[in-house]
């Protein structure tokens, strides 16, 4: 079973709406971390924001913040007022308890029309 | 400002020529990582290290080998490419805190004819 699933294979949204990017996680671990990252045809890859699995508090970081959702083992991202530069790949990665190492998902293709 | 750089950004080679992949940090990181990416696949990591010294195999390291020559360094070396392994090559490293996120290269587009 995929840890990390990201349902959305491209989404559109209009410049200055916003737009949720889905990721679902499983997990049996108590304390786990979530990440986004962005993708931008230029091909590198740029941390937009972070969630630990005990932070009281939904994550922000500017236009970007993650809606976490523990019971149902969600963690979208929200992306308000888009902006043609958020057109990109976006991914999802889960790391649990202790582990350096993070598990991606699939990804999700975000194109912003003007 | 560096951040995480690797060489080659492009490179083409015949089926059973061998190639070493060059990374470097300059952020002191003790935790660094070897990703692939393929369409539609995202991220599969091939090798990681978790400090100077130790390097431990990821979900697909079949084909690969890595080598952890100093604090700064982590190389991924194909012995004998095959067309399987056309690609694009992340380096990436990270704080040990675990909430610290990866910082990642700007990749390595790899062809393999």
């Known amino acids: 079973a995929q840890k990390i699933t990201q349902t959305q294979p491209g989404m559109f949204v209009q410049e200055k709406e916003a737009v949720t990017l889905d990721c679902t996680y499983d997990?049996?671990?108590?304390?786990?971390?979530l990440f986004w990252y962005k993708q931008p045809s230029s091909g590198e890859m740029i941390f937009l924001i972070y969630q630990g699995s005990y932070d009281e508090q939904n994550a922000t970081e500017g236009r970007y913040s993650l809606n976490f959702q523990k019971a149902r083992k969600s963690a979208n991202l929200v992306i308000s007022a888009s902006q043609l530069g958020d057109s990109a790949m976006y991914f999802c990665a889960m790391r649990e308890g202790g582990s350096y190492i993070p598990t991606f998902g699939r990804g999700t293709s975000l194109i912003v029309h003007p | 400002n560096a951040g995480v750089t690797q060489t080659p950004k492009f490179q083409v080679l015949k089926t059973g020529q061998s190639m070493t992949l060059q990374c470097a940090q300059d952020m002191n990181h003790n935790s660094m990582y070897w990703y692939r990416q393929d369409p539609g696949m995202g991220l599969r990591l091939i090798y990681y290290?978790?400090?100077?010294?130790?390097?431990d195999k990821g979900e697909v390291p079949n084909g690969y080998n890595v080598s952890r020559l100093n604090k700064r360094e982590f190389s991924l070396r194909l012995e004998s490419a095959a067309p399987s392994q056309t690609s694009v090559y992340f380096c990436?490293?990270?704080?040990?805190?675990?909430?610290?996120?990866?910082?990642f290269g700007d990749g390595t587009r790899l062809s393999i004819l």
């Open positions: 997990t049996s671990d108590q304390s786990y971390g």
């Open positions: 990436a490293s990270r704080q040990g805190n675990s909430n610290q996120p990866q910082h």
């Open positions: 290290s978790a400090s100077e010294g130790t390097t």
